[in-house]
């Protein structure tokens, strides 16, 4: 990915809502800011409670096979690749663990430039498209 590229990109996302913060600006749409921030805060907390579970079950896997080797089958070992597998599929990056705010712009940065993109960069992506896209 395009380093110069990806950090327009992620700042343009912060642009959309900052007029919530600086209430002055006279044409925003607070009503709709609003409404968009609520659906991100959804989506944040979907995305990272399926995370979680993913990581939770990866590390419970992990506990069986160090303490319990013996007992560790070929169903587990297919398992935890299939949870391996979903977690990279699903994390943006780490940067957007951070808060709701980088959640959105590094989704938003995905959504455009990114080659295998997360479902949940779409999901903001088609939102933001939806929302303020004129
Ligand atoms: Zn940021």
Redesign the pocket.
């Known amino acids: 990915m395009d380093y110069e590229k990806y950090v327009a990109t992620?700042?343009f996302a912060?642009t959309l809502t900052y007029q919530e913060k600086y209430k002055s600006f006279v044409d925003a749409d607070m009503k709709k800011i609003k409404k968009f921030n609520e659906s991100v805060k959804e989506l944040y907390k979907d995305y990272q409670k399926e995370l979680y579970d993913l990581f939770e079950e990866s590390r419970q896997l992990d506990i069986k096979f160090v303490m319990d080797t013996s007992s560790y089958t070929e169903a587990d070992i297919n398992r935890r690749k299939y949870l391996a597998e979903r977690m990279n599929n699903i994390t943006i990056s780490k940067?957007a663990n951070e808060n709701e705010?980088?959640f959105m712009?590094?989704a938003f940065a995905d959504y455009k430039l990114g080659i295998e993109k997360s479902k949940y960069s779409i999901k903001v992506g088609k939102l933001i498209d939806e929302v303020f896209r004129r």
């Open positions: 992620h700042e912060h940067y705010e980088e712009a590094e």
